[in-house]
């Protein structure tokens, strides 16, 4: 049976986050601001340093530089409302923001998953053909490999969310997590969502199994490049140009699948610890996975730490 001839329409939702949990959400207010706090910083200065230092005006640093704005875009469309739901307990949230902070989030994730494979291309041609890098990774073929990873994105989160919030809320308003995630919000729905979940579902090839493959067979030619220079000095060189991108792409896409791919339990006790187990490494995709990106990139590339330094003594 239909339940929008049960209730009226909800005019907003009710955020839970770790309601259920009072003892861990001042702890976890300082870890996530603190985090937070380093993630605009680190990425903000590698913003600056791939702008500011001719030396890293290649293609490598331009999609990294990418990444790391797309990283401050997307924590900033979900950190300041988590905080704010661990000082107010059961946070009311309006329907037009929910919608506006799903949009913002799902559009980053999606971009940066094109994004990443475009990182992976641009490792495999300056690697795998050298000689060619130059012309095939011009200036006139990386911006519009950019421009459209975020067209990509953008795009496929107004279809996603669109389609989501056209739905009727009217029973149940009380979302159990942080932010309006969407899958958590399609269970609220009064309605069928099969057309929701075959879009996702589509989407999910796209936007992640697409960019998984290129990724992988990317670096199968890589890998297989590497191996054939002779000497051990230009292995190691190779490897490490490439180190820094595959540990983000591991960690990054590791989560997602840790995240929907694990069984759900029907167990009440064991639901109850597995749902603050997916709340918790959700947490960890927002904000964490942010966070390591510039580290890893830092701390990984002779580069970067030298245009940094300048950047510090000037």
Same mark, same amino acid.
């Given at each position: 049976?239909?339940?929008?001839?049960?209730?009226?329409?909800?005019?907003?939702?009710?955020? #839970?986050?770790?309601?259920?949990?009072?003892?861990?959400?001042?702890?976890?207010?300082?870890?996530?601001?603190?985090?937070?706090?380093?993630? !605009?910083?680190?990425?903000?200065? #590698?913003?600056?340093?791939?702008?500011?230092?001719?030396?890293?005006?290649?293609?490598?640093?331009?999609?990294?530089? $990418?990444?790391?704005?797309?990283?401050?875009?997307?924590?900033?469309?979900?950190?300041?409302?988590?905080?704010?739901?661990?000082?107010?307990?059961?946070?009311?949230?309006?329907?037009?923001?929910?919608?506006?902070?799903?949009?913002?989030?799902?559009?980053?994730?999606?971009?940066?998953?094109?994004?990443?494979?475009?990182?992976?291309?641009?490792?495999?041609?300056?690697?795998?053909?050298?000689?060619?890098?130059?012309?095939?990774?011009?200036?006139?073929?990386?911006?519009?490999?950019?421009?459209?990873?975020?067209?990509?994105?953008?795009?496929?989160?107004?279809?996603?969310?669109?389609?989501?919030?056209?739905?009727?809320?009217?029973?149940?308003?009380?979302?159990?997590?942080?932010?309006?995630?969407?899958?958590?919000?399609?269970? !609220?729905?009064?309605?069928?969502?099969?057309?929701?979940?075959?879009?996702?579902?589509?989407?999910?090839?796209?936007? #992640?199994?697409?960019?998984?493959?290129?990724?992988?067979?990317?670096?199968?030619?890589?890998?297989?490049?590497?191996?054939?220079?002779?000497?051990?000095?230009?292995?190691?060189?190779?490897?490490?140009?490439?180190?820094?991108?595959?540990?983000?792409?591991?960690?990054?896409?590791?989560?997602?699948?840790?995240?929907?791919?694990?069984?759900?339990?029907?167990?009440?006790?064991?639901?109850?610890?597995?749902?603050?187990?997916?709340?918790?490494?959700?947490?960890?995709?927002?904000?964490?996975?942010?966070?390591? $990106?510039?580290?890893?990139?830092?701390?990984?590339?002779?580069?970067?730490?030298?245009?940094?330094?300048?950047?510090?003594?000037?």
């Amino acid at each position: 049976m239909d339940r929008s001839n049960q209730t009226s329409p909800v005019a907003g939702f009710i955020l #839970l986050g770790l309601s259920a949990h009072p003892r861990l959400e001042k702890t976890f207010f300082v870890l996530i601001l603190s985090v937070y706090l380093v993630i !605009l910083l680190g990425n903000g200065v #590698l913003i600056l340093v791939t702008v500011l230092d001719s030396r890293l005006h290649t293609p490598m640093y331009f999609f990294l530089g $990418n990444l790391s704005f797309l990283d401050i875009c997307y924590t900033t469309s979900s950190v300041p409302l988590i905080l704010d739901s661990f000082l107010t307990p059961r946070k009311t949230i309006p329907f037009s923001t929910c919608a506006a902070q799903m949009f913002l989030s799902f559009a980053m994730g999606a971009t940066e998953c094109v994004l990443l494979g475009m990182m992976a291309f641009d490792r495999y041609v300056a690697i795998c053909n050298p000689l060619r890098y130059p012309v095939v990774m011009s200036k006139a073929a990386y911006v519009p490999m950019a421009v459209s990873s975020w067209a990509a994105g953008i795009t496929n989160s107004v279809v996603q969310t669109s389609q989501a919030m056209r739905l009727p809320f009217c029973g149940d308003n009380v979302i159990n997590h942080f932010t309006c995630e969407i899958l958590a919000v399609l269970k !609220l729905a009064c309605a069928d969502i099969s057309i929701n979940v075959i879009s996702m579902v589509v989407a999910n090839v796209i936007f #992640l199994g697409v960019p998984v493959l290129f990724i992988f067979v990317s670096y199968v030619f890589i890998i297989a490049t590497t191996l054939r220079i002779p000497s051990a000095e230009g292995r190691k060189k190779a490897f490490s140009t490439c180190s820094a991108h595959l540990t983000v792409v591991v960690i990054f896409y590791g989560t997602i699948l840790f995240m929907y791919g694990k069984p759900k339990s029907k167990d009440p006790l064991r639901a109850d610890k597995q749902d603050l187990s997916d709340k918790l490494t959700s947490l960890f995709y927002g904000v964490v996975t942010p966070m390591i $990106n510039p580290i890893i990139y830092s701390l990984r590339n002779k580069d970067v730490k030298a245009a940094v330094r300048n950047l510090v003594r000037q």
